[in-house]
């Protein structure tokens, strides 16, 4: 058994064949999903998603290629739907420069309003960031000190051996995703190989970031199994411990209900139309 920890299961690459999707996860042995929220607009429809798909978890949040049409009302909104029991996570937040789609001061400012948000709820956070790593760790550094956190991961990790030893430090999880089983894949098995295997989490971000052999195609939850054997492999695991372990961490992290094991089968898909 697998949660897929982080996917877009809401996006439109899924609108023509969602249910399939979700059959083939079942199919896989993935007991859950996890779908973080990229802008207001989208949060209200993961929340919809997850309230009538009992393995379906939110999370909600502005990604940082939307910070600009952050507000005071889209905070306010952010505070009342991470009150639904099944948010179970602020995100997906943080900072990207790669397509520096807002202002980096701007994003700055939403990041860390949201961060705050994620400690007055009480619920872990899921971070994006991208090409903006030191700056990522600047503001996680003040918001982790002394540990006294809801919990956080870095979602999709890509930063170098360093950056995952200090998010290790402060109490911070490692997501790993597709690119762990690319043929030039470099820091990343080695990052993935010294790692606590209590502290990483498995995730597709699907549609995006399909894992070997299916890199460049659309990405979906079944695949998390590909990247969970790589992890089995760096970790010298066999796949059924391993997937124990990162369903276990994932559990705990989110803090999902452990009923999901006993009933592992997902159900049909609904639309939320």
């Known amino acids: 058994m697998l949660i897929d920890s982080h996917c877009h299961f809401n996006f439109n690459a899924f ?15 993935v007991v859950a999903l996890i779908n973080p929220g990229t802008d207001l607009e989208d949060s209200r429809q993961i929340v919809a998603l997850a309230e009538i798909n009992p393995n379906v978890f939110a999370a909600v949040g502005f990604h940082p290629n939307g910070a600009a049409n952050f507000n005071e ?16 996570a602020v995100g997906e937040i943080g900072l990207d420069y790669h397509w520096d789609k807002a202002p980096r001061p701007v994003q700055w400012q939403v990041f860390e309003q949201q961060l705050a948000l994620a400690k007055e709820v009480g619920k872990p956070v899921i971070i994006h960031q991208r090409e903006a790593a030191a700056d990522t760790m600047a503001v996680l550094r003040q918001w982790g000190a002394g540990q006294h956190h809801p919990g956080l991961v870095l979602h999709s990790f890509s930063g170098d ?38 502290r990483l989490l498995v995730e597709t971000d699907a549609p995006f970031l399909a ?3 299916f890199r460049g195609k659309r990405n979906e939850p079944a695949y998390v199994k590909l990247v969970a054997e790589r992890i089995a492999v760096l970790k010298g ?7 124990r372990c990162l369903t276990e961490n994932t559990l705990a992290f989110f803090r999902l209900p452990a009923s999901l094991l006993s009933n592992p089968d997902l159900p049909t898909f609904t639309s939320s139309q």
């Open 15 to 29: 609108d023509e064949d969602r249910a399939e999707v979700l059959a083939r996860a079942r199919a896989a042995g």
């Open 73 to 88: 009302m889209a905070l306010a909104e952010l505070r009342a739907l991470a009150s639904y029991p099944k948010v179970v």
């Open 161 to 198: 051996r360093a950056m995952a030893e200090e998010a290790l430090e402060l109490g911070f999880y490692l997501g790993i995703s597709g690119p762990v089983t690319f043929k030039n894949a470099r820091d990343l098995p080695e990052i993935v190989a010294a790692a606590p295997p209590e």
């Open 211 to 213: 894992p070997h052999p």
């Open 237 to 243: 695991l066999s796949l059924a411990e391993m997937s």
